[in-house]
C-alpha cells in the first residue's frame, strides 16, 4: 500500500471540520475512522470507538453554530503511522444552563494519527489528541461544568 503523505492527512482534517461543523451523527464519523481502536484523547480522558464518538457527540450537543478552522499543518512523522499537528479556531455559540447563549472562540491545537485501514487501503482516523485548548479573553464559557470536557475548569487554559 502506498504510504499517507501529509496531503492525506490534510484532507481528511478538512473533512473531520466539515462533519464536526455539521454535527454529524457519531456513525458517519465512526467511518471515517480505524473503528474500535480509534481514540480521541483530552489530557487524561480518553474516549475510544463508537461509544467513544457518541459520547463527545452528547458532550457537544450545546454548541452550534460550530466553525472549525484547522491552519498550520506540520508532520511529526510520516510513519506509518503518519502521524501530524494542526491548530484551530474553533468559533461557536453555547447554550447556557439559564436558557440563553453565549459566543466562544478557542485556539486549538491537536496532534493526529492516521493509518490505511487494512481491509480497504483507505486513509482514516487513528488517534486525535487535543494539546492544547485556550479561549480568547472575553470569550470564554461562563459557566464552567467539570463533567464536560470543553468547558471543565481543569481544561481552560489547557496545555498551556
Not at 499517507?4 to 454529524?24: P, Q, S, T
Not at 454548541?63 to 494542526?86: A, C, I, K, Q, R
Amino acid at each position: 500500500m502506498k504510504p499517507l503523505c501529509h496531503y492525506d492527512g490534510i484532507d481528511l482534517i478538512k473533512k473531520w471540520a466539515v462533519l464536526f461543523d455539521a454535527h454529524a451523527s457519531p456513525l458517519i464519523i465512526y467511518g471515517h475512522t480505524s473503528g474500535e481502536d480509534f481514540l480521541i484523547k483530552f489530557g487524561g480522558t480518553e474516549l475510544r470507538g463508537l461509544q467513544g464518538l457518541e459520547e463527545h457527540h452528547h458532550l457537544k450537543e450545546q454548541f452550534f453554530d460550530e466553525s472549525h478552522l484547522y491552519y498550520n499543518f506540520e508532520v511529526e512523522s510520516e510513519g506509518p503511522p503518519l502521524m501530524m499537528t494542526s491548530q484551530m479556531v474553533w468559533d461557536t455559540n453555547r447554550r447556557c444552563g439559564d436558557g440563553g447563549s453565549e459566543h466562544l472562540i478557542a485556539d486549538l491545537k491537536h496532534r493526529w494519527t492516521f493509518i490505511r485501514r487494512p481491509s480497504d487501503g483507505r486513509a482514516v482516523f487513528h488517534h486525535h489528541e487535543l494539546l492544547l485548548l485556550d479561549y480568547r479573553d472575553g470569550f470564554a464559557p461562563s459557566e464552567q461544568d467539570a463533567s464536560n470536557l470543553h468547558i471543565d475548569p481543569d481544561r481552560v487554559g489547557f496545555g498551556k
